[in-house]
């Protein structure tokens, strides 16, 4: 538990809490509604952390990496806005697809979010209390989540007028402020709460290319409205309306080649592996006197990067009727979000225009009935249903630019193009302005996800100190997905195109010298084009390594408009008549620039729909708790939980990913000692979970149909089995006049008990490789064995009603892997980082000044850190915060 919170609000009533001063008796007091109703912490038979929205104002914490740093075991996993995750317990770390749930479910005022960017890019200010439930969660709480929850609740409106504002200058050209003004519109029957923020400032690290573009810079403004209607005693209507406009952030690219990256593979032999300092040393590059390898070594250079455009809006309306004693609840929601990334190789050349960037619009409508008895008595229930449906229009986009050919090309192929003028026309050609939705892991894909669920969840209260939980939930899933990958823009040189990719015809040609062995059937014979001066269809399905051609009218159009393309190739390049006047090394120019394209491009294919994903999961909760006496209770805690399968590609074909399911035990125990002025809460827990859903090794089937071995490709799949146990403490102490302390921590030991078929790390990436290793027994990527966080807060009384306080937040992780792959290239130190606050005002809030420090001991271990590549540490930041309350 971080923080103390002396009410959580019901909807409608004061927001107690955040603005008042805590007794130091009153530590017993501290409630939570992570169960939809106000409910004393102690009581609660799950493990729980509680952090205080007071305390994140004192800090200036506001973004999701300074909120779950806050919370024993809950870690916030570095990527840009759309592929950024919460874990809990070690789990969560992986990266998602776009069709697939987040293993921790995010609640915000009672709605869940169902894809994790809705929380990558926004500012949480305004928060009256934030609390991570552990474990699988469904039997109440909107949508179910395998691991856990974090739950979101603002400050709502009341009756009473309040205005605070928050004015902060920070390093950098950082300004943040907020606002919050509310009270009624009409006495007793309307009252309002808005709530506005802008937060701006640059990143740590400048781009030399444009140094108006930094890494990574802050630049979000949001609003939020919220209108209480209380026309009767026995209903009540909270509408909420929030937007954050778009606005960019250079995210990704924020990374530096690592100075001791290794030579050679792990079996000794030498990296052939063609690196971009390489490529920067060949003359097409080193032309250009004023960028050096050196520059690429020691500084962020790129022409083409954009800050990642992200945007949210949504409405909210929250209804609440008193039937007798039960209360109706109804909660319809909106949420939409938008994301569009452009990113660059790194490099000052004109190599991509854009390096691959998802284009997203998401939409999620929730609704949600709920009915709850009164408390108390023999048993006290909830139940209700809960409907979301999800729609997701993704387009993954690449863009060459007029340097990519140079950039992409092998040794060879370089050194044969780059030896002429024609040859350096083609290299130029081959990828220059080209434009596609590309397959990574599928270029365009519209994701429908609909899930519908009845829940119910009742306390038996067998004795004054025996209560038992038992809770159940059936959620309908069905996902469905439809995709394609294609060329949206054919640049400059539509003539280099192959004749067709899988079944998609794109008008050019082949040769064998670009196919290797390539041949076709003409009325049932094979003939095989094994010449230089040979024109010819490719091969162009996946069932197949021919081209079946017979003698009727659209094969015969077919072959024609492939030899027109290569005398068009001819004439333009080399100014010949036709493909047959050619000199041989002119041929193999033409095939080394369509090799370069056809590799680039990839897999393509037409729209496809893929296996759907359709079941009945459950959910299930059995948890008994004893209260020994007033002070200790302890509790046991079956849960389980499941996740739904992926309807997905993989190079095209549709490859289903099954439901995760987790098992999870859990015994605890909650005590308030010491005249109540120690909280001390612990839990040992164990975790099952079968086929945990990340990226695995597989079968390409695609290109195992196009060849005469089994091919295998990474891509999410299913781990078979995963084991997590530990033990977690959380607490606070307030027997210090003045002084309050808040501590947690975990013991967490995250590991694959099953994975015969992970990829290989980088190092062992020589030839003659295994396709695959097995990594049962490892430790999960992104969970550290050991972490603890450690908060004060002192305040002292000076002159009447002022006051001088200072604040401070310790958190601590040991080693972990930052590479889903477990590359020994990829182990982040153990590190600490500290933020600090100091300052002076009035005790009753009408005013504060503060001076706060974030990373106050210039913390610099790395954020992620791969073979090639180290993404640092952000440096320490000072600013000063300025608060009033009117």
Same mark, same amino acid.
């Given at each position: 538990?971080?923080?103390?919170?002396?009410?959580?609000?019901?909807?409608?009533?004061?927001?107690?809490?955040?603005?008042?001063?805590a007794?130091?008796?009153?530590?017993?007091?501290?409630?939570?509604r992570s169960?939809?109703?106000?409910?004393?912490?102690?009581?609660?038979?799950?493990?729980?952390?509680?952090?205080?929205?007071?305390?994140?104002?004192?800090?200036?914490?506001?973004?999701?990496?300074?909120?779950?740093?806050?919370?024993?075991?809950?870690? @916030?996993?570095?990527g840009?806005?759309r592929?950024?995750?919460?874990?809990?317990?070690?789990?969560g770390?992986?990266?998602?697809?776009?069709?697939?749930?987040?293993?921790?479910?995010?609640?915000?005022?009672?709605?869940?979010?169902?894809?994790?960017?809705?929380t990558?890019?926004?500012?949480?200010?305004?928060?009256?209390?934030?609390?991570?439930?552990?474990?699988?969660?469904?039997?109440?709480?909107?949508?179910?989540?395998?691991?856990?929850?974090?739950?979101?609740?603002?400050?709502?409106?009341?009756?009473?007028?309040?205005?605070?504002?928050?004015?902060?200058?920070?390093?950098?050209?950082?300004?943040?402020?907020?606002?919050a003004?509310?009270g009624?519109?009409?006495?007793?029957?309307?009252a309002?709460?808005?709530t506005?923020?802008?937060?701006?400032?640059?990143?740590?690290?400048?781009?030399?290319y444009?140094?108006?573009?930094?890494?990574?810079?802050?630049?979000?403004a949001?609003?939020?409205?919220?209108?209480?209607?209380?026309?009767?005693?026995?209903?009540?209507a909270?509408?909420?309306?929030?937007?954050?406009?778009r606005?960019?952030?250079t995210?990704?690219?924020?990374?530096?080649?690592r100075?001791?990256?290794?030579?050679?593979?792990?079996n000794?032999?030498?990296?052939?592996?063609?690196s971009?300092?390489?490529?920067l040393?060949?003359?097409?590059?080193?032309?250009?006197?004023?960028?050096?390898?050196?520059?690429?070594?020691n500084?962020?250079?790129?022409?083409?990067?954009?800050?990642?455009?992200?945007?949210?809006a949504?409405?909210?309306?929250?209804?609440? @009727?008193?039937l007798?004693?039960?209360?109706l609840?109804?909660?319809?929601?909106?949420?939409?979000?938008?994301?569009?990334?452009?990113?660059d190789?790194?490099?000052?050349?004109?190599?991509?225009?854009?390096a691959?960037?998802?284009?997203?619009?998401?939409?999620?409508?929730?609704?949600?009935?709920?009915?709850?008895s009164?408390?108390?008595g023999?048993?006290?229930?909830?139940?209700?249903?809960?409907?979301?449906?999800?729609d997701?229009?993704?387009?993954?986009?690449?863009?060459?630019?007029?340097?990519?050919?140079? @950039?992409?090309?092998?040794?060879?192929?370089?050194?044969?193009l780059d030896?002429?003028?024609?040859?350096?026309?083609?290299?130029?050609?081959s990828?220059?302005?080209?434009?596609?939705?590309?397959?990574?892991?599928?270029?365009?894909?519209?994701?429908?996800?609909?899930?519908?669920?009845?829940?119910?969840?009742?306390?038996?209260?067998?004795?004054d100190?025996?209560?038992?939980?038992?809770?159940?939930?059936?959620?309908?899933?069905?996902?469905?997905?439809?995709?394609?990958?294609?060329?949206? #823009?054919?640049?400059?040189?539509?003539?280099l195109?192959?004749?067709?990719?899988?079944?998609?015809?794109?008008?050019?040609?082949?040769?064998?010298?670009?196919?290797?062995?390539?041949?076709?059937?003409?009325?049932?014979?094979?003939?095989?084009?094994?010449?230089?001066?040979?024109?010819?269809?490719?091969a162009?399905?996946s069932?197949?390594?021919t081209?079946?051609?017979t003698?009727?009218?659209?094969?015969?159009?077919?072959?024609?408009?492939?030899?027109?393309?290569?005398?068009?190739?001819?004439?333009k390049?080399? %100014?010949?008549?036709?493909?047959?006047?050619?000199?041989?090394?002119?041929?193999?120019?033409?095939?080394?620039?369509?090799?370069?394209?056809?590799?680039?491009?990839?897999?393509?294919?037409? #729209?496809?729909?893929?296996?759907?994903?359709?079941?009945?999961?459950?959910a299930?909760?059995?948890?008994?708790?004893?209260?020994?006496n007033?002070?200790?209770?302890t509790?046991?805690?079956?849960?389980?939980?499941?996740?739904?399968?992926?309807?997905?590609?993989v190079?095209?074909?549709?490859?289903?990913?099954?439901?995760?399911?987790?098992d999870?035990?859990?015994?605890?125990?909650?005590?308030?000692?010491?005249?109540?002025?120690?909280?001390?809460n612990?839990?040992?827990?164990?975790?099952?979970?079968?086929?945990?859903?990340?990226?695995?090794?597989?079968?390409?089937?695609?290109?195992?149909?196009?060849?005469?071995?089994?091919i295998?490709?990474?891509?999410?799949?299913?781990?078979?089995?995963?084991?997590?146990?530990?033990?977690?403490?959380?607490?606070?102490?307030?027997?210090?006049? %003045?002084l309050?302390?808040?501590?947690?921590?975990?013991?967490?030991l995250?590991?694959?008990?099953?994975?015969?078929?992970?990829?290989?790390?980088?190092?062992?990436?020589?030839?003659?490789?295994?396709?695959?290793?097995?990594?049962?027994?490892?430790?999960?990527?992104?969970?550290?064995?050991?972490?603890?966080?450690?908060?004060?807060?002192?305040?002292?009384?000076v002159?009447?009603?002022?006051?001088?306080?200072?604040s401070?937040?310790?958190?601590?992780?040991?080693?972990?892997?930052?590479?889903?792959?477990?590359?020994?290239?990829?182990v982040?130190?153990?590190?600490?980082?500290?933020?600090?606050?100091?300052?002076?005002?009035?005790?009753?809030?009408s005013?504060?000044?503060?001076?706060?420090?974030?990373?106050?001991?210039?913390?610099?271990?790395?954020?992620?850190?791969?073979?090639?590549?180290?993404?640092?540490?952000?440096p320490?930041?000072?600013?000063?915060?300025?608060?009033a309350?009117?």
């Open positions: 538990m971080a923080g103390i919170v002396l009410g959580t609000p019901a909807l409608g009533s004061p927001a107690l809490g955040a603005d008042e001063p007794a130091d008796a009153q530590l017993n007091a501290v409630t939570v169960r939809h109703r106000i409910e004393k912490l102690q009581d609660v038979p799950l493990s729980i952390s509680v952090i205080q929205g007071s305390e994140l104002d004192r800090l200036g914490a506001v973004g999701i990496d300074d909120l779950t740093r806050r919370a024993a075991n809950v870690s @916030w996993n570095l840009n806005q592929t950024s995750s919460i874990a809990i317990r070690g789990i770390k992986i990266g998602q697809t776009e069709a697939q749930d987040p293993s921790v479910g995010i609640i915000v005022d009672g709605v869940s979010y169902a894809y994790n960017a809705l990558s890019s926004f500012d949480f200010v305004d928060i009256d209390t934030i609390e991570v439930t552990r474990g699988p969660q469904g039997t109440l709480l909107g949508k179910n989540a395998s691991v856990g929850n974090l739950i979101f609740t603002t400050k709502r409106p009341s009756f009473t007028p309040t205005a605070d504002f928050t004015l902060s200058f920070r390093e950098r050209d950082g300004l943040f402020a907020t606002g003004i509310g009624p519109i009409v006495d007793g029957l309307l309002w709460r808005g506005f923020s802008v937060n701006k400032g640059a990143g740590d690290i400048k781009n030399a444009n140094r108006d573009i930094s890494y990574t810079n802050t630049d979000r949001s609003g939020r409205v919220q209108f209480l209607l209380t026309p009767s005693p026995d209903f009540k909270r509408f909420a309306f929030d937007l954050q406009p606005a960019g952030e995210t990704n690219g924020r990374s530096l080649p100075a001791d990256a290794p030579t050679t593979w792990s000794g032999q030498a990296i052939t592996t063609l971009n300092e390489q490529r040393l060949r003359r097409w590059f080193s032309s250009n006197t004023g960028y050096s390898v050196d520059d690429y070594r500084y962020l250079s790129s022409d083409a990067v954009r800050g990642l455009v992200t945007g949210s949504g409405a909210t309306a929250d209804l609440q @009727w008193q007798g004693q039960h209360t609840t109804s909660i319809t929601a909106y949420k939409t979000y938008h994301f569009d990334a452009v990113n190789e790194g490099s000052p050349f004109d190599v991509y225009r854009n691959g960037g998802f284009w997203n619009d998401y939409r999620q409508a929730t609704q949600e009935f709920r009915l709850s009164p408390a108390g023999l048993v006290d229930y909830q139940g209700g249903l809960y409907f979301i449906g999800v997701n229009q993704v387009d993954y986009r690449r863009w060459w630019g007029n340097d990519a050919g140079a @950039w992409f090309a092998t040794n060879a192929q370089y050194g044969r030896a002429d003028g024609a040859g350096r026309d083609l290299l130029r050609n990828l220059a302005n080209l434009k596609a939705s590309y397959n990574s892991p599928t270029g365009v894909q519209d994701i429908r996800n609909k899930s519908a669920a009845i829940f119910g969840q009742a306390n038996w209260h067998f004795s100190a025996f209560t038992l939980t038992t809770g159940a939930r059936l959620t309908r899933e069905d996902r469905r997905n439809t995709g394609r990958s294609e060329i949206t #823009s054919n640049g400059s040189a539509p003539e195109n192959p004749s067709i990719v899988n079944g998609v015809l794109l008008g050019g040609f082949d040769s064998y010298l670009n196919t290797g062995a390539a041949r076709w059937v003409r009325n049932g014979i094979v003939v095989a084009a094994d010449t230089p001066g040979a024109v010819l269809v490719a162009g399905t069932a197949a390594p081209v079946a051609l003698t009727d009218t659209r094969d015969a159009a077919l072959v024609a408009s492939a030899q027109a393309a290569a005398d068009t190739a001819a004439k390049y080399f %100014n010949t008549a036709s493909w047959s006047a050619l000199t041989d090394a002119q041929k193999r120019q033409l095939a080394d620039a369509q090799a370069i394209r056809k590799t680039n491009l990839g897999v393509l294919f037409a #729209s496809t729909e893929a296996e759907r994903f359709k079941k009945t999961q459950p299930l909760v059995l948890s008994p708790s004893w209260k020994l007033p002070n200790v209770t509790y046991a805690s079956y849960q389980h939980g499941e996740k739904a399968g992926i309807a997905q590609f190079n095209g074909v549709s490859a289903l990913v099954k439901p995760e399911k987790t999870s035990l859990e015994l605890g125990i909650k005590s308030s000692l010491l005249n109540r002025t120690l909280i001390l612990a839990d040992v827990f164990y975790t099952r979970i079968r086929d945990y859903q990340q990226s695995v090794r597989t079968v390409d089937a695609y290109t195992t149909a196009l060849s005469s071995e089994t295998y490709t990474t891509a999410t799949g299913n781990v078979p089995e995963v084991e997590v146990k530990g033990l977690e403490v959380d607490g606070v102490y307030a027997g210090i006049r %003045n309050q302390l808040r501590f947690s921590g975990a013991y967490n995250a590991e694959y008990k099953r994975f015969p078929n992970a990829a290989q790390p980088v190092e062992n990436g020589y030839p003659s490789a295994a396709p695959y290793r097995d990594l049962s027994g490892r430790p999960l990527a992104g969970a550290p064995k050991w972490s603890f966080n450690v908060g004060a807060d002192w305040r002292v009384p002159g009447g009603d002022k006051e001088i306080f200072t401070a937040n310790a958190a601590y992780s040991s080693r972990y892997y930052s590479d889903v792959l477990l590359s020994e290239y990829s982040v130190k153990a590190s600490t980082l500290v933020d600090a606050s100091i300052g002076f005002g009035t005790r009753n809030k005013f504060q000044a503060s001076l706060i420090v974030k990373n106050l001991f210039d913390d610099n271990t790395p954020r992620a850190i791969t073979s090639t590549t180290v993404t640092p540490a952000v320490r930041s000072i600013g000063v915060q300025f608060t309350k009117l």
